[in-house]
């Protein structure tokens, strides 16, 4: 998809914008699209060419939708879910519908650099500048604006821009937040994917195209996956709390050979055709903390604002969210009110996902067994997924039916408590 593109190879002078918005991803294009259609001059700024790859599982909340009014989102995508396959060490397993048959799909698959490139067209469409091929290596705050500088691709030449505000949406290792001194609260999260071709009209066997492949126990505080695309299915595992000892090469180890396990149970082997596997930190969420610089000119959104849900680690909706409040932020004038409003509306829902994940990944046979094996648990993932429901209306209930279960656990014959007190 070809993305319209600005094409300054070469300036006379800096480009003055209204708003600089660094990072071409869904948080990035989603403030750009709303900031231009508010009438403010925006330039979208993004280091790789449109498309380019982007390490994601690729599960897009259909809810997404009502960010861009004007753009057809299933249009971007490559599969419809209908439902998820649960299973505890490739074995005991559930399969269940994410949402009801005779509704619209819950849940899409996108590849990421498809899906992106169509989001920065959009942007484009409503007016934003989109730059691509430039890397934003300083950005100052100085009489009252912003200067960032840069290269553009390829030894063109360098890159500056001037702006009001600035929205930086260049995900967890970006420079932003660190050349303005945001310190960041991120919880130590690791991932690894690869994608593997698959012919669905040749291949058959354990892989349905719509329904997403869920794994527990083979990942010590975390999970694997299969997600189907149009032409591959995206294999991998993701740590979601940090495994005590395990560093570097350790975790590499072990989150491929979970990789390798879930995909031998589908019948998909991860070892043929040498494919790329990556690995990449996940910035989950793990507090409050401000996502704005003391004079409220630059704003964080998406994984720069380590917006990742800590229980399933998805955290596109919440990216794109964000970065239509920062737009909405700068556009009204109310940037010093950025963090409070993104926790209104995000942390704090976030944090009670966390509540849950902290028991659910120390205890994640029984939370399987009591939680996602519930008849109806598949139906309120979905609606949490999708933002249908809030996770700090059903944590309290939640945390109370996992307590009951272990102290019914401890104090059943046979436990080491029981055996204690007798």
Request: hydrophobic share 45%; proline share 5%.
């Amino acid at each position: 998809m070809g993305a319209a593109r600005s094409r300054f190879f070469c300036f006379p002078s800096v480009m003055v914008y209204d708003l600089l918005v660094v990072g071409a991803g869904p948080a990035g294009c989603a403030a750009a699209a709303t900031a231009a259609r508010r009438g403010l001059r925006v330039a979208l700024v993004e280091r790789h060419r449109i498309p380019r790859h982007k390490t994601c599982g690729g599960g897009v909340p259909a809810t997404v939708q009502r960010y861009f009014d004007g753009l057809d989102i299933a249009r971007l995508a490559d599969v419809e879910v209908r439902q998820v396959r649960h299973t505890w060490r490739h074995s005991e397993g559930l399969t269940a519908p994410l949402g009801p048959q005779n509704e619209p799909p819950k849940l899409l698959c996108v590849r990421r650099d498809r899906f992106d490139a169509g989001l920065a067209e959009f942007a484009a469409s409503c007016g934003a500048n989109l730059m691509d091929g430039v890397t934003v290596r300083e950005v100052e705050i100085a009489d009252g604006r912003i200067e960032a500088r840069g290269d553009m691709r390829a030894g063109s030449g360098e890159w500056r821009a001037a702006a009001d505000f600035l929205i930086g949406a260049d995900g967890a290792t970006g420079p932003v937040a660190r050349k303005v001194g945001l310190a960041i609260r991120r919880a130590s999260a690791m991932a690894m994917e690869v994608e593997v071709p698959y012919d669905w009209s040749r291949c058959s066997g354990e892989v349905e195209a719509s329904t997403i492949y869920l794994e527990y126990g083979t990942v010590r505080h975390g999970y694997a996956w299969a997600f189907p695309k149009s032409d591959h299915l995206n294999i991998g595992a993701g740590l979601f709390r940090e495994a005590i000892g395990a560093r570097g090469s350790d975790l590499s180890a072990m989150l491929s050979e979970a990789v390798a396990d879930i995909g031998s149970a589908l019948g998909v082997p991860t070892d043929t055709g040498d494919p790329c596997k990556h690995f990449h930190p996940v910035p989950l969420w793990n507090g409050r903390c401000r996502l704005h610089d003391r004079s409220g000119r630059v704003l964080l959104a998406g994984d720069a604002a380590a917006l990742v849900n800590p229980l399933f680690g998805d955290g596109i909706l919440n990216a794109v969210h964000a970065g239509v409040l920062a737009a909405e932020a700068v556009a009204a004038g109310r940037t010093l009110h950025y963090s409070n409003d993104v926790y209104a509306e995000i942390g704090r829902d976030l944090d009670a996902a966390g509540r849950i994940a902290r028991l659910f990944y120390a205890v994640p046979e029984l939370c399987f067994r009591i939680g996602v094996m519930r008849p109806t648990a598949s139906l309120t993932a979905g609606k949490l997924l999708c933002g249908e429901m809030r996770y700090r209306d059903v944590s309290s209930r939640a945390l109370r039916r996992i307590g009951a279960a272990m102290r019914t656990a401890l104090t059943a014959p046979g436990s080491v408590r029981a055996s204690s007190q007798r």
